[in-house]
């Protein structure tokens, strides 16, 4: 689970630099490869109540 400072970062700066991902935004990546994010993710009802939990907590929104 846990990598270390210069792995963690390559994705990063890969993604920072790259001309091949230029123009694409709103991608998951993980080991400088665009990968699908989790089913969990795309559950609508779990998205909404974490926002109104965000909401409530922080009071911003």
Do not use: N
Request: overall charge negative; aromatic content about 12%.
């Amino acid at each position: 689970f846990m990598t270390d400072p210069e792995r963690a970062a390559k994705t990063y700066v890969f993604l920072a630099t790259s001309p091949d991902v230029d123009g694409i935004s709103g991608k998951y990546w993980e080991y400088c490869k665009q990968k699908a994010s989790s089913p969990l993710s795309h559950d609508e009802d779990l998205q909404r109540r974490v926002r109104e939990y965000s909401v409530a907590a922080t009071g911003v929104g």
